[in-house]
């Protein structure tokens, strides 16, 4: 085997070849971690990855490299596998036989912060992944500047969230502090507003004068909330307002509705 392809002719690998075993290995968060790799399954995420450079090998069927010649003409290093070992490497029902072993992409807080921010979401204590990562592709499409994961999130890497963020998990500074004081002084010292969405909030998004500034908005846990201690350390605490009889807006509509408030302000 070269460093690149495999030699024409050679047997796929299967789920039992080692390296195939050790890509396995990052569908769990402690190996990720321990790694500093994850694995970003389907062609779109792969396409991102090789655009930003961090893929360090791509797993990929004989089917799936038909379907996807660009993509493994991209990557330095492409490995084939059967579909025994695409299944396993796989967090969805049906595989799509092209996955690439990437570095992870969470930055230190004050770098992802960087200079004069003017858009930020922090999720706080979100547990879905699916949320995170439509949050992550919606601050990207409002053209946020950073995403930070503070307090016990949902880890970055996770499969679903890597797909439901459409490769946005590439585009834009993401940041995972655990502690979420930290990131609220990290906020501060950048300059930026904190902003709690807050069903209860008196404020309303449609005329809250505090939008038009640098905003970071605080989205809370999808079952709880902002926590007491959250709401009382931000700086502010808005409402998105309710005209029909729906109960409330899940987290990732009410993330959408509220970036994009900011972002339309930002430059009205």
């Known amino acids: 085997m070269s460093t690149k392809h495999q030699r024409p002719g050679d047997v796929p690998f299967t789920h039992r070849t080692p390296r195939v075993v050790a890509a396995r290995r990052l569908t769990r968060r402690s190996a990720r971690v321990e790694a500093g790799r994850f694995l970003a399954e389907g062609a779109q995420a792969v396409r991102e990855a090789l655009s930003y450079g961090r893929v360090h090998e791509l797993f990929v069927t004989d089917e799936a490299a038909e379907r996807h010649p ?14 025994r070992a695409a299944e396993l490497l796989s967090e969805t029902v049906t595989p799509q036989g092209i996955v690439a072993v990437c570095d992870t992409v969470t930055v230190d807080l004050d770098a992802a912060l960087g200079r004069s921010p003017r858009l930020v979401a922090v999720l706080v ?14 601050a990207d499409a409002a053209g946020a500047d950073a995403v930070v994961f ?82 009382a350390r931000s700086d502010s605490a808005v409402r998105v307002p309710l005209y029909g009889k729906a109960e409330s807006l899940n987290l990732a509509t009410a993330a959408a509705v509220c970036l994009y408030a900011s972002a339309v302000r930002h430059r009205s």
């Not at 660009?70 to 579909?83: C, D, G, P």
């Not at 204590?125 to 919606?138: C, E, K, Q, S, W």
């Not at 307090?151 to 996770?158: A, E, I, K, T, W």
Request: glycine share 10%; hydrophobic share 45%; net charge negative.
């Open 70 to 83: 660009e993509l493994v003409a991209e990557a330095a290093r492409v490995s084939r596998i059967n579909a």
């Open 125 to 138: 204590d979100i547990a879905d992944p699916g949320n995170a990562g439509t949050v992550l592709r919606v």
């Open 150 to 231: 503070a307090g016990r999130c949902v880890d970055v890497h996770n499969g679903k969230c890597i797909r439901a963020s459409t490769g946005s998990l590439f585009h834009l500074p993401v940041a995972a502090e655990p502690d979420v004081d930290r990131a609220l002084e990290a906020c501060g010292r950048a300059g930026l507003t904190t902003v709690a969405a807050h069903g209860y909030a008196e404020a309303d998004l449609t005329t809250a004068a505090v939008l038009d500034r640098p905003t970071a908005w605080l989205f809370g846990n999808e079952a709880h909330g902002l926590s007491d201690e959250v709401l």
